[in-house]
């Protein structure tokens, strides 16, 4: 989705991962040690942002925010300035726009699409865009 996004708006981008182990040989990369929840224990490792960059985070899901987290401070530690988190999907009743607010108030979430996480057929219509 980011790959999409960055070449529709002719925007620069660089990707982030998740894994077990720090990946080593790889350039100017910066690895924050995360447990979230889908994935468990690991890093996220962000590849190619320079100091002063502005980014915009672009996640598919934000759920609890365990990710989203990991990679503002990943970002910040990169020494990038995050104007927003753009996400697809949100899981209202998980907290994680809500944990997110708590720790890094400066970033702003949108999200396309709310939903409640466990409950089957209950969609929510009012995005934030």
Same mark, same amino acid.
């Given at each position: 989705?980011?790959?999409? @996004?960055?070449?529709?708006? #002719?925007?620069?981008?660089?990707?982030? +991962?998740?894994?077990?182990?720090?990946?080593?040989?790889?350039? +100017?990369?910066?690895?924050?040690?995360?447990? @979230?929840?889908?994935?468990?224990?690991?890093?996220?490792?962000?590849?190619? /942002?320079?100091? #002063?960059?502005? =980014? =915009?985070? %672009?996640?598919?899901?934000?759920?609890?925010?365990?990710?989203?987290?990991?990679?503002?401070?990943?970002?910040?530690?990169?020494?990038? %300035? /995050?104007?927003?988190?753009?996400?697809?999907?949100?899981?209202?009743?998980? #907290? #994680?726009?809500?944990?997110?607010?708590?720790?890094?108030?400066?970033?702003?979430?949108?999200?396309?699409?709310?939903?409640?996480?466990?409950?089957?057929?209950? @969609?929510? %219509?009012?995005?934030?865009?």
């Amino acid at each position: 989705m980011t790959q999409a @996004v960055g070449i529709k708006a #002719g925007l620069r981008v660089s990707l982030s +991962n998740w894994h077990r182990e720090i990946p080593e040989g790889m350039p +100017n990369i910066t690895v924050v040690k995360t447990d @979230v929840g889908f994935s468990g224990e690991g890093y996220i490792v962000v590849s190619g /942002i320079k100091r #002063g960059q502005k =980014i =915009i985070i %672009i996640d598919e899901l934000l759920s609890t925010g365990g990710t989203l987290i990991s990679l503002i401070k990943a970002a910040k530690e990169s020494g990038a %300035i /995050i104007t927003g988190a753009f996400f697809l999907g949100e899981k209202v009743n998980k #907290g #994680g726009r809500e944990r997110i607010a708590k720790e890094f108030p400066d970033v702003k979430i949108k999200s396309i699409v709310k939903f409640i996480g466990e409950a089957e057929n209950k @969609v929510t %219509i009012d995005a934030d865009i």
